[in-house]
């Protein structure tokens, strides 16, 4: 029968501070998204090569 290892308390800081980023990461997408959502459509820009007339 083997034994369980504690975790170390550096693991476990490092573990909670990349679950704070993903939720941080989480957070700032959604904010994002709610602020597309709000903004009316913006017009697009149109392409270079449709307004550049070809040189013969």
Same mark, same amino acid.
Not at 14 to 21: G, H, Q
């Given at each position: 029968?083997?034994?369980? /290892?504690?975790?170390?308390?550096?693991?476990?800081? $490092?573990? /909670?501070? *990349?679950?704070?980023? $993903?939720?941080?990461?989480? &957070?700032?997408? +959604?904010? +994002?998204? @709610? @602020? /597309? +959502?709000?903004?009316? %459509? @913006? #017009? %697009? &820009? #149109?392409?270079?090569?449709?307004? *550049? #007339?070809? +040189?013969?």
């Amino acid at each position: 029968m083997s034994s369980k /290892r504690q975790t170390t308390m550096a693991k476990l800081t $490092r573990e /909670r501070k *990349v679950k704070e980023k $993903r939720e941080l990461k989480l &957070e700032k997408k +959604a904010a +994002a998204k @709610a @602020a /597309r +959502a709000e903004a009316p %459509e @913006a #017009p %697009e &820009e #149109p392409s270079l090569d449709q307004d *550049v #007339p070809e +040189a013969d």
